[in-house]
Nanobody, 126 residues
């Protein structure tokens, strides 16, 4: 079992920055990959960034060059540094983890991730 808890959301003006954190607890050694996802009201959940246990990362085209995913394996925290935020980035953001090495850990397929946090809200004003 892996437990996730996001924090760091808030309100920011367009062009500003926020850093989201996801605290990981439980069977942390079993985590193979993690990701950040976002979802607006009435919309499907979309992948933002993902990271494998070897540090390999992947990003949605819409955030490349502006967002950075990283993981602190000592303190067991996943981060998402978000710079040059745009109004369209406003959403509920979720972190997710997967322990199986069989799946693809593809951020385009949120269902591949088993464990999810409760989310943190990001608001971007223009």
């Amino acid at each position: 079992q892996v437990n996730l808890a996001e924090s760091g959301g808030g309100s920011v003006q367009a062009g500003g920055s926020l850093r989201l954190s996801c605290s990981i607890s439980g069977n942390t050694a079993s985590v193979y990959c993690m990701g950040w996802f976002r979802q607006g009201p009435g919309k499907i959940r979309e992948g933002v960034a993902g990271i494998l246990s070897d540090g390999t990362s992947d990003y949605a085209d819409s955030v490349k060059g502006r967002f950075t995913i990283s993981k602190d394996n000592i303190d067991n925290i996943l981060y998402l540094q978000m710079d040059r935020l745009k109004p369209e980035d406003a959403n509920m953001y979720y972190c997710a983890a997967e322990t199986s090495t069989i799946g693809g850990c593809n951020i385009n397929y949120p269902l591949e991730y088993t464990f999810w946090g409760q989310g943190t809200q990001v608001t971007v004003s223009s």
